[in-house]
């Protein structure tokens, strides 16, 4: 049987500096007509001018630092860790519908989140840490049905959907128990990041920060990982350990960006999927282009999200859903029931 990675295009390294520099172009223009653009339209001369502290206590410098800037910072945040995290577990588990959102890993970041805002709701620092347990107990609960019964990709699909399915009835018994333990309740269950400040950004981005440095630091041993766990496990490498710590990674990543940006889908599942496609299969070059393309992508999305119909506005993770369902369809449709391990 051919391998799902058969599906991507071999670019050498020179190749991918002409796609770096437009991803990267693409992120920052994402970034700054996410700052612009609104019901109060900020020129770009003006956005610099706030920026570099030039224009204090006006209603410019209110707008942007209080409201576009942390939400901005956000998306731009979120997308790279959902983005990420989405290519790890395609990879671990060698399985292309895979991705945080399908496996159980979103939601289990968000029953974590929901339990904490009923417990400590004052204790907000520490979300990131529970939404990370959560997501690892979806890691945990997949990876072993998958093992147990034969790691089929359309098993591990079925088995993410059904623990999603048990998280979201979780999430859902809190809230029905404690009306206040979330606020935003339909925004967090859609996804979305109005209302966002910097303090409640700030515990997520060092977890996202610290777990993205790991996985790059990894990256050649997921590219033997990705040969196979026999090939890799000839070659000295530990493949069942190392498979654990990556997926522990990429529930740290998912966790993180769950903690303040809600359950969003699509982002881990369509990016990667591009981006193997435009710089190949070699680890580090598909996490770095995954981390700019999620983050434009997230960005875009909520821009449109918020422009669509203003002045009113809609959760961000309607727009996902409405792009990444037809996609994920399609997908679904070329896979014919294949093993992810050899």
């Not at 990267?24 to 700054?32: D, H, N, P, R």
């Not at 989405?86 to 671990?92: F, T």
Request: glycine share 10%; proline share 6%; charged share 10%.
């Amino acid at each position: 049987m051919k391998s799902w990675r058969t599906f991507s295009i071999r670019r050498s390294p020179d190749n991918r500096i002409p796609l770096f520099a437009v991803l990267a172009v693409l992120t920052v223009l994402a970034g700054a007509a996410s700052l612009c653009l609104g019901p109060v339209l900020i020129p770009p001369g003006e956005l610099l001018e706030v920026l570099l502290g030039r224009m204090p206590n006006t209603p410019q410098a209110k707008i942007l630092l209080f409201a576009r800037l942390p939400r901005t910072c956000g998306c731009l945040l979120a997308g790279m860790a959902l983005a990420v995290s989405g290519a790890v577990i395609q990879g671990v588990l060698r399985n292309p519908l895979a991705a945080p959102h399908i496996i159980g890993v979103s939601s289990g970041a968000g029953l974590m989140v929901t339990l904490w805002g009923a417990v400590a709701p004052t204790a907000a620092a520490v979300l990131p840490l529970a939404a990370f347990l959560g997501a690892l107990a979806g890691v945990v609960l997949v990876l072993l049905i998958a093992e147990k019964t034969g790691a089929a990709r359309i098993t591990v699909v079925l088995a993410g959907v059904a623990v999603s399915s048990m998280f979201n009835a979780g999430i859902d018994a809190v809230i029905t128990l404690f009306p206040h333990a979330l606020n935003g309740y339909s925004d967090f269950r859609i996804g979305g990041l109005s209302g966002l400040s910097m303090s409640r950004i700030l515990p997520a981005f060092w977890v996202i920060l610290a777990a993205f440095l790991f996985i790059l630091s990894l990256a050649g041993e997921l590219d033997l990982l990705l040969l196979g766990t026999e090939t890799a496990q000839s070659l000295g490498l530990r493949a069942k350990p190392l498979r654990l710590i990556l997926l522990i990674l990429a529930a740290a990543l998912a966790g993180a960006a769950v903690s303040f940006s809600g359950l969003l889908g699509f982002v881990g599942l369509i990016v990667p999927h591009i981006m193997r496609r435009l710089v190949g299969e070699e680890s580090r070059p598909l996490l770095l282009a995954s981390a700019l393309g999620g983050a434009a992508l997230l960005t875009g999305c909520d821009l449109l999200s918020r422009l669509l119909f203003a002045p009113y506005e809609l959760p961000v993770g309607i727009v996902l859903s409405l792009a990444g369902g037809p996609f994920f369809l399609w997908l679904l449709l070329r896979q014919r029931g294949g093993r992810i391990h050899d």
